[in-house]
């Protein structure tokens, strides 16, 4: 009778410490999960931003015989940090309700920023000899504006 009620008991906890563990490793596999979209998106937005980088590097070399080249490379460039915030913004659509608030307050930021560089880019494309260099500072800040946007973005996700 001992043994029986000893090997009940032992069945009994035995499957507690499964049931346990499994819920431990629930937990931890939404953790893994998150730290991978994490990392995900910040490898994109890295590799985006140094696409991106790229196309903006020499703007200060540009004068306005060659504006229809900076036209031309900023358009790209411009498309590629679009594809990069549609793709955090279904990112961030995966990720968990407590941060889902915070990463589309960031998001909305930045799509503020691009909507300003966006203008500022029109800007441009409508300048004149006489305006070339104000409107391209100009266009300068708000591509900076947009960087920062996307260096604090990553910043946020690292904590």
């Not at 991978?36 to 196309?55: H, P, R, T, Y």
């Not at 409107?135 to 946007?149: I, L, R, T, W």
Request: some cysteine.
């Amino acid at each position: 009778m001992k043994l029986i009620k000893l090997t009940a008991i032992t069945l009994v906890l035995s499957l507690v410490l499964v049931s346990c563990d499994n819920n431990k490793t629930k937990k931890e596999q939404i953790t893994e999960d998150t730290k991978e979209l994490v990392e995900d998106v910040k490898e994109s937005m890295e590799n985006v931003a140094d696409e991106i980088e790229e196309g903006f590097d020499n703007l200060g070399d540009y004068t306005y015989a060659k504006k229809s080249d900076l036209e031309t490379e900023v358009n790209k460039s411009m498309k590629k940090l679009d594809a990069e915030i549609e793709s955090l913004e279904n990112n961030f659509n995966e990720a968990k309700a407590e941060t889902k608030e915070k990463n589309n307050e960031m998001l909305a930021e930045l799509k503020a920023k691009r909507a300003a560089l966006g203008e500022s880019f029109d800007k441009l494309g409508n300048s004149t000899e006489d305006n070339w260099q104000d409107v391209k500072d100009g266009f300068e800040k708000a591509y900076k504006d947009v960087e920062n946007s996307f260096e604090k973005l990553a910043d946020d996700l690292e904590k």
